[in-house]
DNA sequence: CAGGTGCATGGTC
DNA sequence: GGACCATGCACCT
């Protein structure tokens, strides 16, 4: 627990105002403030506060003093420093902790009733609806949502309670207390180190028990009320929940609090997730067959029995950050109850305007409708401001599906999209139903961290970086681009695989890191990936995802160069991480991720980067043609040490680039990227028009839907375009024997060596906006309708005219087709046939006098896998390998018969 | 024709 | 196998 920075440890006196000693050196933590930050007190105070005697202490004369209605003792209710050490009675007077403690072990006799106390809470939120309310029980839906009078309809905010108890607060928030309380209560209660305190304080620990809200699901109208000690439960959880923004005074805080973590209700949770009271509450309103005398604890988890699918699924648990509710509630004194969450899809954050509810929750935490029509919902934004949105529902397979309307401009205003997480929850006082927001990062490393401990063990950390490309950017239907859909399904991914990737240790077969934004990140850690000495990975493909597949875990090494010298014998290059210099090495050696010439044991020679570097610059262009963003920086800079010389290209080459520049990124601008790149609204590239993995309809090789369209011409497109280079290398080579080239012209003929790695420079820039008329080696070119420019990306206007969000389907099937398609062309083209191959293999542009180290060139770790949401890649693959390969026109297939050629080629 | 609306469909869990 | 839900799409304005 560290010391926090800010007002309360800004002064060196206790902070306790009628407490003016120091504070100690090492100031002691007394309850939490509003801000977030703990009051520092000095030893006397802290020990008083850790004693629960601190309101005995200091508070004597102060307002606020209650007694007990059990015991008769007396409690203070009228600071933030007591506010947990009671519990009210919804007969009225107060309770003490003990006291509520032992009515929550007795069972149900206690008086309670929370659903009452809910009900309050929304009849309050939810009043200025009368007409069409929520109250209206019969035919409301499956909710029987009752409205009760408020019991306490004067909330007072928490931190300014004196006279007025703060219970009143709680009570009026009947429901979120509820929702705070169990999600809260069970794992306060199970970190017993950090209860330790509040057990001290309250005299006791309750024990996690009733939480249930029992209303009967059906009619509604008779809803039975369980009388159980739930409230008291619920406020004793309360009083350990150690978030402020609760309006809770916590004395304590969890080594998550201190790492500045969490802080959070939501977070605590995460350490063992719980379901939120919501959930369990819920779970009940849908049941509504929960038995009224079920007293269980629950720990959060799924219920064993059919009822447990009833709770809310585990991704719409709130899992506000401090930084979530700091921003819904500021420095209000407003108290925060989350209530659930929800990734925006597409269709959420689209221009649609309609966000879908999770059923559950929205029956849950929202007025029960009965008619379709719904009724208007208030909702503040994080900003403050109110929005009105319609809240609907659709009939929809026997259920409902609820929908908030005219969400778009909220949307809008808050600047999320698709991916990130709104979040509901409602404040206090006054039942405001408050929406939050939270960016796809923020969201996804909540997930991650919250799904990783919900996923039967398995780590999804990894995982979480598995973009799924087809997720990468999308397009709803409005055309606005879910560009952060990527957080979004990385997050159902996630889950997905996870449950799929079994216990063996995988390593995601892509390499295309440019479809990532995380390229780096790919880079060094999927690139280092290697697998283990002497293990051949088996390739196992999961949701489209190849992953090799290794009885012992993938280790971390340094990305090499596999090839095969003229000897035949296999061997690996590797660069020195200091002087860049490439150095050849067994096929078998495992190298650090850091490696240096020193450490060339295997050719002593050359075991000092002053050595002459043993590949001529055509070698080195040899084996740097895949193109792999990865090894291409360092490449760069061995290859600045020699003559620059055009590398390997090939229609694999354009087709990266065709992908990779998708939109906006060609290698005609100067802002080339190698990356994927972000895709802006309105961009309706093949990446962005993918629908979700497994999503949409199945398209037939003779779909001429705009997706199916777009995938046939950018094939052909790539066929003109491996025409064109292929007649542009013959006729290089053509020229270059005859010596009659012009040396101002050889450059622009020459084709980008590496034009992943290279499209900063302007050749290819060049090249692609070349293809004069006059040029002999263009001729061909001139049958591109877009004269050999790599127009995949090149013409959005042209694919504007597609829409986006209209046509779905499964892009891989889709891309399969095509592939398939361009592959029979293939075959029945006389210069196509072999083309590809030979472009990969005669190194037309790098010199064909250059010596080939091998045409098996494979870099190591960052194999140019075939990414299965691009096609081009599998035509690289399969055209560069065999026939057979080429037939299959799978994508997955088509990765193991790279794999199976890269055996062959070792 | 564009945008909105309500429902249907199909994938996922 | 059913529920949920994302999204497609027909219909309406």
Known sequence: MTSTPGAASSSKICFNSDCKDLKSEIPRKGWRLRTGEFAELCDRCAFAFEEGRFCDTFHLNASGWRTCESCGKRVHCGCIVSVHAFTLLDAGGIECVACARKNVVMGSSSSWSPSLIFHSSLSER??????????????????????????????????????????????????????????????????????????????????????????????????????????????????????????LAVPYTSPDEANGQNGVSGTHL???????????????????????????????????????????????????????????????????????????????????????????????????????????????????????FQFRFWPNNNSRMYVLEGVTPCIQNMQVQAGDVVTFSRLEPGGKLVMGFRKASTASASDQDNEAKNSNGVSMHGDAEMADPTSWSKVDKSGYIAKEALGAKVAVSRKRKNSMLGSKSKRLRIDNEDLIELKLTWEEAQGLLRPPPNHVASVVVIEGFEFEEYEDAPILGKPTIFATDNMGEKIQWAQCEDCFKWRRLPSNVLLPSKWTCSSNSWDPERSSCSAIQELTAEQLENLLPQCNPAASKKMKAAKQETENVDALEGLDTLANLAILGEGESLPTSS????????????????????????????????????????????????????????????????????????????????????????????????????????????????????????????????????????????????????????????????????????????????????????????????????DRDHPVFSIKTSASTSATVKNSGKAKSLTISKIQVRNILY
């Open 126 to 247: 939810f009043k200025e609806y009368s007409a069409k309310g929520w109250t209206q029980l019969a035919g409301s839906g499956p909710v029987p949502w009752r409205q009760a009078p408020s019991l306490f309809n004067s909330p007072v905010p928490q931190p300014e309670l004196h006279s007025r108890v703060p219970y009143e607060v709680d009570l009026s928030t009947g429901i979120d207390r509820l929702n705070v309380c169990d999600r809260l209560s069970t794992p306060s209660l199970e970190k017993k180190k950090v209860e330790d305190f509040s057990e001290r304080l309250m005299n006791g620990t309750l024990k996690p028990g009733t939480r249930d809200i029992h209303e009967k699901g059906n009619a509604g109208i008779n809803c039975e009320e369980q009388r159980n000690p739930c409230l008291t439960k619920f406020q004793s959880s309360l009083k350990e929940e150690p978030n402020p923004q609760f309006g």
């Open 270 to 388: 995460r350490p063992n997730p719980q379901p939120p009271l919501a959930k369990q509450f819920h779970s009940n309103l849908q049941n509504g067959t929960d038995s009224s005398g079920e007293t269980q604890i629950r720990n959060g988890r799924p219920r064993p029995d059919g009822r447990g699918k009833n709770n809310l699924f585990p991704r719409y648990w709130p899992r506000f950050t401090d930084q979530d509710l700091q921003q819904i509630t500021g420095d209000s004194n407003s108290v925060i109850t989350p209530l659930f969450e929800k990734m925006l899809s597409a269709s959420d954050a689209g221009r649609i305007g309609r966000l879908v509810l999770p059923k559950k929750c929205a029956e849950a935490h929202f007025p029960p409708i009965s008619q379709p029509e719904g009724l208007p919902l208030k909702v503040q934004d994080s900003k403050g401001k109110e929005w009105i």
């Open 671 to 866: 802002q080339a990227t190698t990356k994927h790149p972000r895709h802006r609204p309105g961009c309706s590239c093949i990446v962005c028009i993918q629908p979700p993995s497994g999503k949409g309809p199945k398209h037939k090789q003779t779909c001429t839907c705009n997706v199916c369209e777009t995938v046939k011409r950018r094939f052909r497109t790539l066929m003109m375009r491996r025409e064109k280079k292929q007649s542009q290398k013959e006729a290089e080579t053509t020229s270059k024997k005859q010596q009659t080239s012009l040396p101002d012209k050889v450059p622009d003929d020459d084709p980008p060596p590496c034009t992943n790695a290279e499209n900063s420079s302007p050749k290819p820039i060049k090249i692609a906006s070349e293809g004069s008329e006059d040029d002999p080696n263009r001729v061909k070119s001139s049958i591109s309708p877009f004269k050999g420019q790599i127009d995949l990306n090149i013409q959005p206007e042209r694919e504007e005219e597609l829409s986006p969000g209209s046509d779905s389907g499964s892009m891989m099937r889709l891309l399969q087709d095509a592939t398939d398609k361009y592959l029979r062309q293939q075959s029945t083209l006389t210069s196509g046939g072999n083309s590809i191959s030979e472009v990969s293999q005669t190194q037309p542009g790098g010199g064909p006098e250059g010596e080939k180290i091998g045409n098996s060139v494979n870099l190591g770790a960052s194999h140019q896998d075939i």
